[in-house]
């Protein structure tokens, strides 16, 4: 004798009708996709304050300056290579233990060499929170100072 047995219902997914839906979608965003070229720089603008002129100096301090050129120099001193600061540093703390560090950067100084500024002042074992820096604005870079 012969039992009739219930149709087997499959257990697999449809692949098909998926396989139609994300050929849709990726059509949709390939057609409207619109493809921009990006920026070979990013440009950040530096923060700046104006100064307020004062009489008296209340404490003696060395001055780290870069200009938008890249040009180092401390104090007087010109420092030749980015890679020889650290060792300047290190010989600026050694020779004048507790004398106040400023660092003092062109406004159009790359934001690259900046970073190998600090760099250099972590390296030497001076904190970067203990060094201000002033930006120079590009008018104030030729003109004399004040007195």
């Not at 098909?16 to 493809?35: E, G, K, R, S």
């Not at 050129?69 to 020779?95: C, H, M, Q, W």
């Not at 900046?114 to 203990?130: M, N, Q, Y």
């Amino acid at each position: 004798m012969k039992f009739e047995r219930p149709a087997r219902r499959s257990r697999g997914i449809m692949i098909m009708p998926m396989i139609d839906i994300l050929f849709v979608v990726l059509i949709f965003f390939i057609v409207t996709t619109q493809f921009r070229r990006p920026r070979p720089v990013l440009r950040i603008e530096l923060p700046t304050v104006k100064e307020v002129p004062s009489a008296t100096v209340t404490e003696a301090s060395s001055i780290l300056s870069v200009d938008r050129l890249g040009t180092l120099s401390l104090d007087d001193i010109r420092v030749p290579d980015i890679a020889l600061l650290e060792n300047y540093l290190k010989s600026f703390v050694k020779n004048n233990p507790g004398r106040k560090l400023e660092l003092e950067a062109d406004k159009d100084i790359p934001l690259e060499k900046l970073l190998e500024v600090w760099d250099a002042l972590t390296r030497a074992g001076i904190p970067i929170k203990d060094v201000p820096a002033r930006i120079r604005l590009p008018q104030e870079a030729g003109a004399a100072p004040d007195k």
